[in-house]
């Protein structure tokens, strides 16, 4: 398809940047020339209808698919070439949609596990019990006895126990209760206070537009809308046409 594809972006730093990107998996053409830019210390919503092909941007990202043509810049650097550890290593960190824990591993091993040389920064650590204080008191459980928010705690917990330029994260609210989405929100807001850039899927709209600053949005493999946050939530036609929301969604 061709991109209707639409700008209003601030000049600042983009920490990352895609340009042209199309991965195959097999025999599927999954993205098709996908562009967009992460602001450096913002939060950027990538957004879309079921099967757009945002985590599979996500893992394009990562490297974990590789992208057959197109480039992704961290930086001034080249990274779509670079193996998943050593784009980790380059500071993107990830939090898949699975969440990746080990079930039957304590919540600490789980967080060690995270961390370089198996050994813990204590300011770090009491810094992310601060952002979720029920992983500290749940510390020696094994995590598959967690709630579905507290399993969630701990997937973004190992992805920031250790600084990282830029944290992905997908579909972190998917299944859980109000109180717990408000509780990472406030999280994630405190990263990016932090100088944590973050790029995050996400297809509850109340937190997208409360938590994002920048948007992109997906369609078919394509990216059909970049803009401010702020825009994007005044522009109710568009997100009609674009998400297929509703007013009721807004209410």
């Known amino acids: 398809m061709t991109a ?3 700008r209003n972006v601030s ?7 895609l340009t042209d990107v199309h991965t195959h998996i097999g ?26 092909g ?14 057959h043509s197109g480039q992704v810049h961290l930086k001034d650097r080249a990274i779509e070439t670079l193996d998943t550890m050593t784009i980790a290593r380059s500071g993107v960190h990830y939090v898949p949609e699975n969440m990746g824990i080990f079930a039957g591993l304590t919540v600490e091993e789980n967080v060690r596990l995270a961390t370089r040389q198996n050994r813990f920064n204590q300011d770090r ?13 749940f510390w020696h459980w094994p995590a598959g006895q967690l709630s579905g928010g507290q399993k969630q705690m701990l997937a973004i917990a190992r992805a920031i126990i250790e600084p990282c330029e830029i944290l992905l994260v997908d579909e972190p609210s998917k299944g859980l209760a109000p109180s717990i989405i408000e ?19 996400e297809q509850n709209f109340r937190m997208a537009s409360t938590l994002g600053d920048h948007v992109a949005i997906m369609d078919d493999g394509c990216i059909v809308h970049e803009s401010d946050m702020a825009s994007f939530v005044a522009d109710k036609d568009k997100q009609a046409s674009l998400l297929g929301l509703s007013m009721e969604a807004h209410q």
Do not use: C
């Open 4 to 6: 209707n594809l639409q």
């Open 11 to 17: 000049e600042t730093d983009d920490l990352l940047r």
């Open 27 to 52: 025999q599927y053409h999954i993205l098709h020339g996908v562009s967009f830019r992460v602001p450096r210390n913002q939060v950027t919503m990538l957004l879309g209808r079921n099967g757009a």
């Open 54 to 67: 945002k985590t599979t941007t996500m893992r394009t990202i990562m490297g974990l698919w590789p992208a």
């Open 125 to 137: 650590l009491t810094w992310v019990f601060g952002l979720f204080p029920a992983l500290e008191k």
């Open 183 to 201: 509780s990472l929100i406030r999280a994630f807001r405190e990263l990016k206070d932090a100088d944590t850039t973050i790029l995050m899927v």
